[in-house]
């Protein structure tokens, strides 16, 4: 099922920042990658509404991707700074849950220890099919990606669903 605030902010808020430990905002900022791979993962999901019939927003794979990277962009630089060693990846569909709208699969920065040095890079997977699917026009489609791309960012850093959910990205 899919919730999200009515009032979700477009930007991140500083209140996502205030969460992390200061050791984690305080990190030199690595550049994000946008690539189109299929990946296994099973972590961290966001499901969309159900029972929907309508038809998918029209939207070609390069307008998403840049999407996908203005949300990016969206990230304030002080929370951009604390993202250490991730991946974002835009795929069709998962094929193992069609209806996810984002993945992340790694270990969050709060649960790193010294055994995480030399991993291979965390994952963000964004579902295009997906997003389009539950979205009614091209706006609507910049909203969700963005709180997808957030949301899956969040879990980067620790922050679960619920405390997503009180913070209106859920």
Do not use: K
């Amino acid at each position: 099922m899919h919730h999200r605030h009515p009032t979700a902010p477009r930007r991140v808020s500083a209140r996502l920042l205030d969460l992390l430990p200061l050791h984690l905002r305080l990190r030199p900022r690595l550049r994000l990658r946008l690539r189109r791979r299929r990946l296994p993962s099973h972590c961290h999901r966001r499901h969309h509404r159900r029972g929907s019939s309508r038809v998918p927003v029209r939207m070609s794979p390069q307008r998403f991707d840049e999407l996908v990277s203005d949300a990016l962009d969206l990230i304030p630089p002080e929370l951009a700074a604390a993202i250490d060693n991730v991946v974002v990846l835009v795929e069709a569909r998962n094929p193992d849950e069609p209806d996810l709208l984002g993945l992340y699969h790694g270990v969050a920065l709060t649960e790193r220890d010294s055994w995480y040095a030399g991993s291979l890079p965390d994952t963000i997977t964004i579902y295009r099919e997906a997003l389009l699917e539950v979205c009614e026009d091209d706006d609507e489609v910049v909203d969700e990606v963005a709180i997808t791309v957030i949301h899956e960012i969040a879990h980067h850093f620790g922050i679960d669903d619920e405390r997503l959910h009180e913070l209106g990205w859920g």
